[in-house]
T-cell receptor
Framework: GDSVTQMEGPVTLSEEAFLTINCTYT??????LFWYVQYPGEGLQLLLK?????DKGSNKGFEATYRKETTSFHLEKGSVQVSDSAVYFC?????????FGQGTTLQVKP | DTGVSQNPRHKITKRGQNVTFRCDPI?????LYWYRQTLGQGPEFLTY????????KSRLLSDRFSAERPKGSFSTLEIQRTEQGDSAMYLC??????????????FGQGTRLTVV
């Protein structure tokens, strides 16, 4: 079945460091890909998305490119801030439902 | 519109009791989803509705779980004879969709269930 695998966390970085969170997927069709973020005490929020191969999603300085050849959708940010500390979830959707990875906790220290 | 609303936010129940959660989606959204999330894990799909029709249920969903969306608006998720393993955050989401076309899914704050 369809699935999403994320890199293990937690990821601890200093402020202004470069961030990469790896995400790979397995899908039978042509899914849309998403990154969701969950800040402490808050609900899941959509961070960015890409709907077809080679699309780049971007928001709030975060970027991810839909790579069909490597079945990947890695999340990147050039310079993280303390306020980016959260749990990040990669997800795919082919039929109606979203399928999530296990989440990666990011902690950014001043 | 205030987004997806879930009630209650927290529920503590004794093992063996029944519990019911409610989700009010964004008003124009025809699709409604239920997920379960345990600590350190991603949300796990349970079931989803398009209008009042339940289109898909996870094979992991025990027969103690039942969900309804009788008028295609709010939905309820009932767990009968709760077990300690049911302790989790139950999330509801909604979107506007037809076939494989979907708008963004918006999530509620969740209902945290603790079974003691």
């Amino acid at each position: 079945g369809d699935s999403v695998t994320q890199m293990e966390g937690p990821v601890t970085l200093s402020e202004e460091a470069f961030l990469t969170i790896n995400c790979t997927y397995t899908a039978t069709g042509y899914p849309s890909l998403f990154w969701y973020v969950q800040y402490p005490g808050e609900g899941l929020q959509l961070l960015l998305k890409a709907t077809k191969a080679d699309d780049k999603g971007s928001n709030k300085g975060f970027e991810a490119t839909y790579r069909k050849e490597t079945t990947s959708f890695h999340l990147e940010k050039g310079s993280v801030q303390v306020s980016d500390s959260a749990v990040y979830f990669c997800a795919l959707r082919w039929t109606g439902k979203l399928i999530f990875g296990q989440g990666t906790t990011l902690q950014v220290k001043p | 519109d205030t987004g997806v609303s879930q009630n209650p936010r927290h529920k503590i129940t004794k093992r063996g009791q029944n519990v019911t959660f409610r989700c009010d989606p964004i008003s124009e959204h025809n699709r409604l989803y239920w997920y379960r999330q345990t600590l350190g894990q991603g949300p796990e799909f349970l079931t989803y509705f398009q209008n009042e029709a339940q289109l898909e249920k996870s094979r992991l969903l025990s027969d103690r779980f039942s969900a309804e969306r009788p008028k295609g608006s709010f939905s309820t998720l009932e767990i009968q004879r709760t077990e300690q393993g049911d302790s989790a955050m139950y999330l509801c989401a909604s979107s506007l969709g037809a076939g494989r076309l979907n708008t963004e899914a918006f999530f509620g704050q969740g209902t945290r269930l603790t079974v003691v």
